[in-house]
C-alpha cells in the first residue's frame, strides 16, 4: 500500500501534539505494534519541538511547521521541516546532550536516531532545517493493535 | 494537563496526568518552581502513573527540577512509569540519578 499525508501548522507549543496525533494515526495503517506508534509518535514530537523551539526560538508569529508522511508498504518515511534560522553545526546538533539552550537535554536526536532506521538533516544558516526520518516495521505484527 | 501538588512534611509529592511535552513541561515546571521557591520543601516525588506520553521536554523538566533538589542536598523520586514512559526515561539515563518505584507507598516505606 501507498499512502500520503502533508500538513502545516503555525509554529506554537499546543500543535506538537496535533502533528504526533496525526502520524501516529497515519501509521496505523502499516502493520505495526502499539509501542511501534507510540515510537513514531515520539520522534515526530522531538523534531516538531526542534521546529519550534531552535528553528524558530518560540518566536510563532506566522510561522510554519510542515509535516509529510509516505507510508510505502511497510516502509514510512517522515518529513518535518520549518523555515528558520537553520543549523551551522549540523554534526555538532547531533551529538547527544548537546543543545543550544542551556535549560534543554540534548536528547531530541538522539531519540530520533534510536527509534528509526535513516535519519537526515538537511539545514543552512538562514534557510530553515529539513529532518528526514525513515522506518521500516516488521509485518504480521497487526494483532498487537487488536 | 492535570497536575496535583500536595505537600507531607517537607515533601512535595506531584502527580501528572496526560502528555508531558513542551505546552505541559513548562506549565509543570512554573508549578514545582513556584512550590520549591517556598523554601519549605526539601524532597520531591513526581508521580507518572497517568503519564501516558513523554519526550526529551518532559525530561528536561524532571532532569531539571533533580538540579534544584540536589543542589541543597534533598532526594528525588519517580514512581509508577507505564512501560512506554518508564522506556524513555531509561534511555535519557534519568535512572541513574532519580530512584524509581512503583507507587508512592513504596518510598513511605523506604
Not at chain 1, 505494534?33 to 519550534?52: P, R
Not at chain 2, 526529551?56 to 528525588?76: E, N
Amino acid at each position: 500500500m501507498k499512502n500520503y499525508v502533508r500538513f502545516e501548522f503555525q509554529s506554537l507549543p499546543e500543535n506538537v501534539s496535533f502533528a504526533r496525533a496525526c502520524v501516529g494515526a497515519f501509521a496505523t495503517q502499516i502493520e505495526c505494534t502499539l509501542e511501534e506508534i507510540e515510537e513514531i509518535k515520539l520522534v515526530v514530537s522531538e523534531a516538531v519541538s526542534n521546529c519550534i523551539i531552535h528553528g524558530y526560538e518560540n518566536r510563532p508569529h506566522e510561522k510554519v511547521v510542515v509535516v509529510a508522511a509516505i507510508i510505502n508498504d511497510q516502509t514510512m518515511e517522515i518529513m518535518v521541516e520549518d523555515y528558520g534560522k537553520g543549523i551551522a553545526d549540523i554534526k555538532q546538533a547531533m551529538e547527544p546532550s548537546f543543545s543550544s539552550d542551556p535549560t534543554r537535554m540534548g536528547l531530541g536526536f538522539s531519540l530520533m536516531k534510536s527509534f528509526m532506521d535513516e535519519l537526515e538533516v538537511i539545514s543552512q544558516p538562514g534557510q530553515g532545517t529539513s529532518v528526514k526520518l525513515k522506518r521500516c516495521f516488521q509485518a504480521n505484527t497487526k494483532e498487537a493493535l487488536a | 494537563m492535570e497536575v496535583e501538588l500536595k505537600q507531607i512534611r517537607n515533601t512535595l509529592f506531584v502527580r501528572v496526568q496526560g502528555e508531558m511535552d513542551m505546552v505541559v513541561a513548562e506549565k509543570l515546571r512554573q508549578e514545582i518552581d513556584r512550590k520549591l521557591e517556598t523554601k519549605k520543601i526539601c524532597n520531591l516525588v513526581i508521580n507518572l502513573e497517568k503519564v501516558t506520553f513523554i519526550d526529551s521536554s518532559g525530561l528536561g523538566v524532571i532532569i531539571g527540577r533533580y538540579k534544584k533538589i540536589a543542589g541543597w542536598g534533598g532526594k528525588m523520586f519517580i514512581v509508577g512509569a507505564r512501560p512506554s514512559v518508564y522506556k524513555i526515561l531509561m534511555f535519557s539515563g534519568i535512572n541513574r540519578l532519580v530512584p524509581m518505584y512503583n507507587n508512592e507507598q513504596d518510598i513511605i516505606n523506604i
